[in-house]
């Protein structure tokens, strides 16, 4: 296996080379600012909802007319259920701002030092991010076709 002193060669960008690096991390950043916005703002809701839910499932069961079992099961394991969920996708989608932000700053600071380490370090956040969308765009393909098999079966 070879030495891992150095991660890029070349670290002499041409003006359009930079421009396009700076630019990038700029909308990850503010792509990543967003994610964390939304991340945040689920998380409030999820509290909302989750504190009120004994009124919302009034309502919810006078407009409706929802079944007592389906009342239980909102008020037990139904909690519970959404409780995991949206704490699941709020850190999802932390994560991902979190890489996407970190990946921006960095090139910013490259841009002003035009040090290998920070470069490096940029493209490693970047790589986390992608490593992690593409990780859950697998397991989201894959409860996909089973759902459709399932249906399909059943």
Known sequence: ????????????????GQYQLSNSGKWAKFIGIVYLFIA????????LVLSNLDLIATYIMDINGMSKEALEFMMGAGKWLFALMMALSCFILFLNGFFLVKFGV???SYA?????????GSFHHLGRYLMLTTILSIVSTVFSVAAIVYYMIK
């Open 1 to 16: 296996m070879e030495n891992n002193e150095t991660i890029l060669q070349v670290t002499d960008f041409d003006s359009s």
């Open 106 to 108: 960095a090139t910013k």
């Open 112 to 120: 002003t030092t035009y040090t290998e380490d920070t470069l490096s």
């Open 40 to 47: 945040t703002l689920l998380l409030l809701i999820a509290i």
